[in-house]
């Protein structure tokens, strides 16, 4: 599957459309529109630290 369109969701979210040049089957998705920011990123909570 390909992402073809990303487009504005509900406040602070993001559909993101797939679609397979196959079988013309398509998804569409929603995530979090700064997945950086995300509660779900599990690395913010890591012991990761910029270089000093």
């Known amino acids: 599957m390909?992402?073809?369109r990303?487009?504005?969701g509900p406040p602070g979210f993001?559909?993101?459309n797939f679609e397979c040049a196959?079988?013309?089957q398509f998804k569409t998705v929603t995530v979090e529109a700064d997945?950086?920011?995300s509660?779900?990123?599990g690395w913010v909570a890591?012991?990761?630290k910029r270089p000093e």
């Open 2 to 4: 390909h992402l073809t």
């Open 6 to 8: 990303i487009v504005p």
């Open 14 to 16: 993001d559909l993101r």
């Open 22 to 24: 196959k079988c013309d």
């Open 35 to 37: 997945p950086m920011h």
């Open 39 to 41: 509660q779900k990123a």
């Open 46 to 48: 890591g012991g990761l």
